[in-house]
Nanobody
Framework: VQLVESGGGLVQPGGSLRLSCAASGFTFSSYFMSWYRQAPGKERDVVASISNTGGSTYYADSVKGRFAISRDNNKSTVYLQMNSLKSEDTAAYYC??????????????WGQGTQVTVSS
């Protein structure tokens, strides 16, 4: 199982970035996907989530209207489009895959993270 994030980097306030998380080793289309972030000295918090079909999404209040989560099940990839970035968005961003079934219980996988730094 692998989740590989990419697309992080340094961006100026007001700028945009698109993160990608490429999955392999499991049935991607059966898993809910989420993006989390963790700033130094703070807890890891959920930023956005998307259902396995892409029909439902969730956003933390702090990113509503600025970030958009999407997925391509054909490519086993989840994306996070981040617009109007602020300095407080600076953090390591992680993708997470979760599945819960009666037969297999809960399965969860994490990526290794990608750093996003918003600074002038």
């Amino acid at each position: 199982v692998q989740l590989v994030e990419s697309g992080g980097g340094l961006v100026q306030p007001g700028g945009s970035l698109r993160l990608s998380c490429a999955a392999s080793g499991f049935t991607f289309s059966s898993y809910f996907m989420s993006w989390y972030r963790q700033a130094p000295g703070k807890e890891r918090d959920v930023v956005a989530s998307i259902s396995n079909t892409g029909g439902s999404t969730y956003y933390a209040d702090s990113v509503k209207g600025r970030f958009a989560i999407s997925r391509d099940n054909n490519k086993s990839t989840v994306y996070l489009q981040m617009n109007s970035l602020k300095s407080e968005d600076t953090a390591a961003y992680y993708c997470k895959a979760v599945s819960a079934t009666i037969t297999k219980g809960v399965s969860a996988y994490w990526g290794q993270g990608t750093q996003v730094t918003v600074s002038s």
